[in-house]
């Protein structure tokens, strides 16, 4: 069976694709590519590829920011625990007030939403105890 009417290129590709039947291969000769492959137009420098590591994609940013809130949300139930059993351990007290220091507000309405509930649970567990973040 011949099929006629395949590009150069999916010819040789079909025929690559085939080595135990190269016997049978088209009578035609391969046909080369009539455009070779060229390289960039422009080469890629030291610097853009350093901007392409350093930027931070959409779903990293949402990623660290829940996290974050994670992190916060842990930090006030251990607090909470403690004050449930008695006076919270000083270290639970500079955690929370640590974590309310190196709060982000994130680029995300909704996570910046979230984060501002939990910063403000932190401030007031904080006021209750004296300590101002």
Known sequence: MRITGLTASLQNLLLATQPKVAAFAVAEPR???AAPVTPLAQPVSVEMLV???ATELPIDRRRRAANQADRGLRALERLDAEQ???LPAVERL???AAWSETLET???PV???LLQ???LRVRVELAKHNIIA
């Open 31 to 33: 046909v080369q590519d």
């Open 51 to 53: 901007t392409l590591a």
């Open 84 to 86: 449930a059993a008695g």
């Open 94 to 96: 500079q955690e929370v």
């Open 106 to 108: 994130p680029q995300d």
């Open 111 to 113: 996570l910046a939403a």
């Open 117 to 119: 509930e939990i910063e």
